[in-house]
């Protein structure tokens, strides 16, 4: 969320907070309008306090002389019925001012991050830039298959039994494939925990509306989340949510930070709004598992530990020798509460394009605002600290890529050599 009191602050010299968050809705491609809105509303909401307290001081300065006249054996009664009528112009006032907040906040919630000064201004996702690229691209002798083709082949994945049991974007993972989705989660979370240093975390998978208020899902992509009826619970879009919320309503010490934590969970979204996007396979499915990786940091540190959460992201990808790019996105392709992402992209062959395998984002201040996750330093007041979070990895998107990469004319699949040990030393998934 941004801070409401640094929208209204003019600085002196130079462009004000307002200016520089206005050329960022604008950067994003999204309206400006909304900022004299939230201003007039808290300009408003302002006057009511002043009026409330104006009243309120008339209410207390007649309340004294009536104490004086009773002592004296005067008559109040005119004066008492003008406190009466002073008591219930505070009321209004200050219930007035209290809708006008609660319309603040409203308003405050639906306005995006403003971008890092280092992210590039750009309209759609052809202005993200290429950082980097490793390894390369695989291409075959012969005409290279999908992993839903490779999987159906192998009788390891089952579309059509699961659009039976439960609907459109689901599968049944079966035997390798199965044994590969698990041994992938167990990869990534040793690799995280023992070499990267982050705490292991298995969160609630079930969430109330607080918690995805505080990362940024609530209210704009409410319709996006899988909500259990007659309750406030809803299943989760990802790990971020629950781990983010960990420290909701918290302080930290100073001293603490940084705080970094993996977390192995199922992923639940509705997908509203890709009708007819990769309809086949397991791209964008349901149900998903991810392993995620999650970092509170000193607002100092946010720059480098974006860079240190990435590198770790693509780790996995180094150690289990798939090809990848990382592309820092522009501003229009950047999600609603980042200030500055970095997309890692896998190649896949039988798709003979680049596709999102994880996304590492620095949030900044954005969601310990809105979940209010402060820390101290020793003798200091309590400050906003920074969020970050990024997969690590999508684990369907990886079992994707291993398919489409380690695949062999013969339509058997080879094992990566760092994911062997987790199969039982197994080297290939055959028929």
């Known amino acids: 969320m941004i801070d409401i009191k640094l929208l209204e602050k003019k600085s002196e010299g130079g462009n004000s907070y307002f200016d520089d968050y206005r050329q960022g809705l604008s950067n994003r491609g999204a309206s400006t309008a909304v900022l004299e809105q939230i201003i007039d509303l808290n300009k408003k909401r302002k006057e009511m306090i002043t009026q409330a307290e104006s009243e309120k001081a008339k209410q207390n300065k007649l309340s004294g002389e009536i104490g004086k006249i009773k002592r004296e054996g005067g008559d109040t009664s005119l004066l008492m019925a003008e406190v009466e009528k002073l008591k219930g112009t505070v009321k209004e006032l200050e219930l007035k001012a209290a809708e006008i907040d609660l319309q603040v906040l409203n308003v405050a919630l639906t306005m995006p991050n403003k971008p890092h000064a280092s992210v590039p201004v750009g309209s759609s996702e052809k202005d993200n830039k290429q950082v980097k690229v ?73 969430v109330n509306s607080n918690s995805l208020l505080g990362t940024g899902q609530f209210p704009k992509f409410k319709e996006d989340v899988f909500h259990l009826e007659n309750t406030d619970y809803y299943l989760i879009p990802t790990a971020e949510v629950p781990v983010t919320n960990y420290y909701n309503n918290e302080i930290l010490n ?4 940084p705080k970094s934590f993996c977390a192995y969970s199922p992923c639940f979204r509705s997908e509203a709004g890709s009708a007819g ?31 240190a959460l990435t590198s770790h992201a693509e780790q996995v990808l180094l150690d289990l020798e798939l090809p990848f790019r990382r592309m820092l996105l522009c501003t229009a392709d950047m999600g609603f509460g980042s200030a500055k992402t970095y997309d890692l992209e896998v ?68 094992i990566p ?6 199969m039982g030393g197994r080297k290939e998934i055959r028929k």
């Not at 100073?254 to 930070?257: A, Q, R, V």
């Not at 949030?363 to 402060?374: K, S």
């Not at 050599?417 to 987790?422: E, F, G, S, V």
């Open 134 to 206: 490793v390894g390369e691209a695989k291409k075959f002798s012969y005409k290279a298959k999908e992993h839903w083709e490779l999987g159906e082949a192998l009788d390891i994945i089952d579309f059509e039994r699961a659009g039976k049991t439960t609907g459109t974007r689901f599968a049944f993972l079966k035997g390798a494939a199965a044994q590969m989705e698990r041994a992938l989660i167990q990869f990534m979370m040793d690799l995280h925990s023992q070499k990267h240093g982050y705490m292991e975390m298995i969160p609630p998978f079930i």
């Open 254 to 257: 100073e001293s603490d930070l």
């Open 277 to 307: 996007r990769d309809t086949k396979g397991l791209i964008r499915q349901h149900q998903f598992d991810k392993v995620e990786l999650m970092t509170f940091c000193h607002p100092d540190k946010s720059q480098e530990a974006h860079e």
């Open 347 to 414: 190649w896949l062959p039988g798709q003979n394009s680049y596709r999102e395998i994880s996304s590492c984002s620095n949030f900044e201040d954005f969601q310990a605002r809105r979940a209010n996750i402060r820390f101290r330093s020793a003798g200091g007041k309590p400050q906003f600290l920074h969020t970050l979070n990024g997969s690590g990895l999508a684990v369907g998107r990886t079992l994707i890529a291993i398919f489409e990469n380690y695949q062999q004319e013969d339509g058997s699949i080879a």
């Open 417 to 422: 050599k760092a994911l062997q040990p987790y």
